[in-house]
């Protein structure tokens, strides 16, 4: 069983409509990380965080550590979004690795 | 350099061959890490060096896989007497913190995929 659960697995959206993605995990964390990864493409980092909400642009990512979840919001969403969207946490006390979840493949069609 | 760089970006290997693959971090980042990230999977981590020093090497699946970083800047993985298993996408990152701070934002390169025959 993986130790970070993604929701959902898969999501097609329609342009410009306001998506959601949570991810849970099992025990404490240091920290925890938004990825975007195309396909064939690399992987880049979208927010890092411990508390709180961080916003950039159209994308806000929200954590709640009592209830071990946080979000990631995307509003008004466009076709370029179309990525898969990985979360990925540092337990405590495990700072020198990622564990990562198996991702959400979205799609967001015209 | 602007971004970390991975080569090769693509490798077929019979099985049983050696294969080195190449990370060269982002200048002055002082952690780095190897990921192996299987089809349709999410990354698994490897090991992790704090500039020359490997911290952890936990991840590798076994003592064919192993990992350097001489003089704390370029890595290279190297995996010996390759296996079918072995095929999946090595992803290296790089940061310039230590531990989760605030410093610890990670850059990934574009990963090595390697194919094993």
């Known amino acids: 069983k993986n130790e970070v659960e993604q929701s959902p697995q898969n999501l097609t959206a329609q342009e410009g409509e306001f998506i959601t993605i949570n991810c849970s995990y099992s025990?404490?964390?240091?920290?925890l990380h938004w990825l975007q990864q195309h396909p064939g493409g690399g992987i880049v980092s979208l927010f890092m965080?411990?508390?709180g909400k961080k916003k950039h642009g159209r994308l806000i990512a929200t954590i709640n550590i009592q209830e071990k979840h946080s979000s990631l919001h995307i509003t008004a969403s466009h076709p370029r979004d179309s990525a898969v969207y990985i979360c990925?946490?540092?337990?405590?006390?495990?700072?020198?690795?990622?564990?990562f979840g198996t991702g959400t493949r979205l799609q967001v069609t015209l | 350099g602007a971004g970390v760089s991975q080569s090769p970006r693509y490798k077929v290997a019979k099985r049983g061959q050696d294969v080195a693959l190449r990370c060269d971090p982002i200048?002055?980042?002082?952690?780095l890490f190897w990921y192996q990230q299987a089809l349709g999977q999410g990354p698994e981590f490897l090991t992790y060096?704090?500039?020359?020093?490997?911290?952890?090497k936990s991840g590798l699946p076994s003592d064919r896989f192993f990992a350097e970083r001489p003089e704390g800047s370029v890595s290279t993985l190297k995996i010996q007497r390759t296996q079918q298993e072995d095929s999946a996408v090595y992803l290296c990152?790089?940061?310039?913190?230590?531990?989760?701070?605030?410093?610890?934002?990670?850059?990934f390169g574009a990963g090595s995929r390697l194919t094993v025959l």
């Open positions: 965080l411990s508390s």
């Open positions: 990152a790089s940061s310039y913190g230590t531990g989760a701070s605030g410093a610890n934002v990670l850059t």
């Open positions: 990925a946490v540092h337990y405590t006390g495990t700072a020198s690795k990622l564990t």
């Open positions: 200048s002055g980042h002082v952690s």
């Open positions: 060096f704090q500039n020359e020093a490997q911290l952890d």
């Open positions: 025990v404490g964390i240091s920290a």
